[in-house]
């Protein structure tokens, strides 16, 4: 049967392949690796603490209050609110855009074309908005009325790249939440315990399940394999220690997850990774789903 799609998810889905703006994302990324250099910086700014990305939920304030400005300006002798609006929303697109850059910083190609795009509309919006409040402030009502329908045009521009990116990209999303619905049920065999390098990573698969071990003397822990982040194989990153506790580094991003339960220690990581419970049986090791 033919597929189709939207006439708009086609140009969004060509601009994840446009070379073109390469050049943008590389000079972008390198400042924000500069500017957002600390980890703890990082970490507050991808919403490790809050166990879910803190650039969505800000976006809630701009697009609010200029939404509810946006019907403000269209119900006579209500200027001075849908000013305050505007000025609220203006403030608090400064504090999302970094979180935003923060994220973005450590997406995919395809992702960073599009979100360059998306932080382009967003950029201009609070142009546009900051524009009206001047002309707002010299009494130019109709101009700042004007300027600030033609913000809402390029904030909802953005607001709907902002939608592709965690929805149709999945960025942001946790790419490890459907373990449990994966995984069969009961123990399963991963093969001797003396078979896997202490401490060093390794892989093992069941029914088709990439599970990452981490065998230290006859201590062993087992996480799904995929990264929560963007689904790269902690397989493959490096086993290190943090404050005392064994952590495995994603080698693509570097999202740290403690082994002792799956945490995040760093981000651009916010959801934990699945740990299962372990048991040795003859010297042979057997993992099943926590909880079950
Ligand atoms: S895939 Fe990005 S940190 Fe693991």
């Known amino acids: 049967m033919p597929t189709t799609t939207a006439p708009v998810t086609d140009v969004v889905d060509r601009l994840e392949r446009t070379s073109m703006l390469d050049p943008v994302v590389n000079g972008?990324?390198?400042l924000s690796q500069k500017v957002l250099a600390p980890q703890g910086v990082r970490d507050i700014l991808h919403g490790v603490w809050l166990g879910h990305p803190l650039h969505p939920m800000l976006t809630d304030v701009p697009i609010g209050a200029w939404t509810a400005a946006a019907v403000l300006d269209v119900v006579p002798g209500t200027g001075i609110g849908a000013g305050t609006l505007i000025a609220t929303g203006c403030a608090a697109a400064v504090p999302t855009a970094v979180s935003g850059l923060a994220d973005w910083s450590e997406l995919h190609g395809p992702h960073q074309r599009v979100g360059v795009i998306h932080a382009a509309a967003n950029?201009?919006?609070l142009g546009f908005y900051t524009a009206s409040l001047?002309?707002?402030?010299?009494?130019?009502?109709a101009r700042g009325k004007m300027l600030a329908f033609a913000g809402f045009t390029a904030m909802s521009a953005g607001g709907y790249l902002g939608g592709h990116l965690a929805f149709r990209q999945a960025a942001g999303a946790n790419h490890g939440a459907d373990l449990p619905d994966l995984f069969p049920s009961g123990w399963h065999?991963?093969?001797r315990l003396d078979e896997f390098p202490d401490g060093a990573p390794a892989k093992r698969t069941v029914e088709g399940v990439d599970l990452l071990i981490v065998r230290r003397g006859q201590h062993v822990d087992?996480?799904?394999?995929?990264?929560s982040h963007l689904s790269g194989p902690l397989s493959d990153g490096e086993f290190t220690v943090e404050e005392g506790q064994g952590c495995i580094v994603c080698p693509w991003h570097g999202s740290t997850f403690?082994?002792?339960?799956?945490?995040?220690?760093?981000?651009?990581a916010t959801s934990p990774q699945h740990r299962l419970e372990t048991r040795v049986t003859g010297g042979r090791l057997e993992v099943s789903l926590a909880g079950e």
Do not use: F, Q, W
């Not at 001047?134 to 009502?141: S, T, W």
């Not at 087992?222 to 990264?227: A, E, G, Q, R, T």
């Not at 403690?258 to 651009?268: A, I, K, N, T, W």
């Open 189 to 191: 065999d991963l093969g």
């Open 258 to 268: 403690r082994l002792s339960d799956g945490g995040v220690e760093h981000g651009p």
């Open 28 to 30: 972008l990324r390198s």
């Open 222 to 227: 087992v996480l799904s394999n995929k990264c």
């Open 123 to 125: 950029v201009i919006a």
């Open 134 to 141: 001047g002309a707002r402030m010299r009494g130019r009502k």
